[in-house]
């Protein structure tokens, strides 16, 4: 059983920075691949950002490429999003999720997720 809690959500200007982290409970953490997904009202949950269990290897969405970074301390049991040049667009609550082993780019294959935090970008 993995638990998982995001924050460092906020109302940040377009152009501005926010570093989202996901603290998560348990002692296999570090087998478990991570992931960041969002959703925005009335839209389907999206992919942003995934890093492998030993945090060697990275996927972002296209959106997120050059923009975000996606890193994990597995002796901290944490995982952040580093969100740079923010857009309107980037306005969703942002959600963590863990998956043993390998990631995936659909949300249906994570098996834990966290609450969610709110990113809200002002133009």
């Known amino acids: 059983q993995v638990q998982l809690l995001e924050s460092g959500g906020g109302l940040v200007q377009a152009g501005g920075s926010l570093r989202l982290s996901c603290a998560a409970s348990?002692?296999?953490?570090?087998?478990?691949?991570m992931g960041w997904f969002r959703q925005a009202p009335g839209a389907e949950r999206e992919f942003v950002a995934a890093i492998s269990w030993g945090g060697r290897n990275t996927y972002y969405a296209d959106s997120a490429k050059g923009r975000f970074t996606i890193s994990r301390d597995n002796g901290k049991n944490t995982v952040y999003l580093q969100m740079n040049s923010l857009k309107p667009e980037d306005t969703a609550v942002y959600y963590c999720?863990?998956?043993?082993?390998?990631?995936?780019?659909?949300?249906?294959?994570?098996?834990?997720w966290g609450q969610g935090t709110q990113v809200t970008v002002s133009s």
């Open positions: 999720a863990a998956r043993q082993y390998s990631f995936s780019y659909n949300a249906n294959e994570y098996t834990y």
């Open positions: 348990g002692r296999t953490f570090s087998s478990y691949a």
